[in-house]
């Protein structure tokens, strides 16, 4: 889930000294962070939960992965790569895809590492979570695909890696729809303790930091998952065969060491992979997004994350950030997809 919950945590924040005024002029009139005023794309309703299925799966070699995907829309249309986080799955797009298919865009819907059908090609690879190896898997995914620039969208862990997509290959992405906003981090950031509540709220990355997170985690997924969803979502009335056709994805080999291992890399307590030392690098020095961006957040986001205001300034390009409410939570594209889809038609449509 979004790691970025203060000012203390996140460069990105900004000084401490940083009135709410100061935040405010930086949403709503920077002249590096403009205002969109593309109007909400004219998409026809669906009703969440109204699909159940994608075609069939996809599997292509990328990188250091056999990635398994979701496609829709036809072949020659603008890509849109549709990220997921934890512990979702591809699932979480599953009314958004036909809805950006039918206005002939193609959308490709990865299972990230450790998830569904996606396997490593090498059983000596790292089953490595650390921010930077998953964006190069989007990266990797693309070249495989012959995709030279995509529009990529998501939430959660999906958001970050399309942050970090767009803000160090700004060159393959051509634009930009992150839930929550910036949620680009490092472990330098997240060692900066926080107050107490905000802890809380945190409690089970603490818990993936023992042996016995891990091995509850590896027993429990389903349990686990099932509260992750109702904690982060609180007034969301999933069902069961909502929930289960996403917790399948989670019975993959690799999931729970992709998990931990994410997890406690963030707090500095597991290494990381040489190779992307550089790009991890870049990525403590907060780098700005200037690619066309609309950013989002439920009115009803149970999960830890930042305010708009504190991160507008994140974003040089063409900008402009939708609040959806009604009760929406953590995974907004499969609470809301209409609205979803039209931040990623209106965004397109500014590049």
């Given amino acids: 889930m979004s790691d970025e919950i203060n000012r203390a945590r996140r460069r990105f924040f900004g000084t401490a000294a940083m009135t709410l005024a100061a935040a405010q002029l930086a949403f709503n009139g920077r002249a590096d962070a403009q205002p969109s005023k593309a109007k909400p794309a004219g998409l026809r309703s669906v009703k969440p939960g109204a699909h159940t299925s994608f075609a069939a799966l996809k599997q292509i070699d990328a990188g250091v992965l056999n990635v398994g995907y979701a496609e829709a829309g036809p072949a020659d249309g603008p890509a849109v790569i549709l990220l997921h986080g934890w512990p979702y799955d591809i699932y979480s797009f599953v009314d958004v895809a036909p809805l950006l298919a039918a206005e002939g865009y193609r959308v490709m819907i990865p299972y990230l590492r450790g998830y569904g059908t996606t396997r490593f090609l090498s059983d000596a690879t790292l089953r490595n979570g650390q921010p930077s190896a998953i964006a190069l898997d989007a990266i990797?995914?693309?070249?495989?695909?012959k995709i030279e620039k995509a529009t990529l969208a998501g939430f959660d862990?999906?958001?970050?890696?399309?942050?970090i997509v767009a803000a160090l290959w700004p060159e393959r992405c051509r634009a930009l729809v992150s839930v929550s906003g910036y949620l680009i981090g490092s472990q330098q950031a997240g060692k900066m303790p926080l107050p107490p509540k905000a802890e809380l709220q945190w409690w089970y990355q603490f818990y993936f930091a023992t042996e016995r997170g891990r091995a509850g985690y590896d027993k429990y997924r389903r349990d686990f998952a099932r509260l992750i969803w109702q904690l982060a979502s609180p007034k969301w009335n999933f069902d069961d065969a909502t929930f289960d056709r996403s917790a399948k994805a989670l019975a993959n080999p690799d999931h729970v060491a992709i998990v931990i291992h994410n997890y406690r890399w963030r707090q500095d307590l597991a290494e990381g992979e040489s190779k992307y030392d550089d790009f991890e690098k870049?990525?403590?020095?907060?780098?700005?997004?200037?690619v066309p961006t609309i950013t989002m957040e439920g009115d009803a986001n149970g999960a830890p994350h930042p305010e708009p205001a504190a991160y507008a300034k994140m974003f040089s390009g063409k900008y402009s950030h939708r609040t959806i409410k009604g009760g929406i939570g953590h995974n907004l594209p499969q609470e809301a997809p209409r609205a979803f889809a039209e931040a990623i038609v209106d965004v397109a449509a500014e590049s």
């Fill in 140 to 145: 990797a995914l693309m070249d495989a695909l």
């Fill in 157 to 163: 862990w999906g958001a970050r890696t399309a942050d």
């Fill in 282 to 290: 870049k990525l403590t020095q907060s780098p700005l997004i200037n």
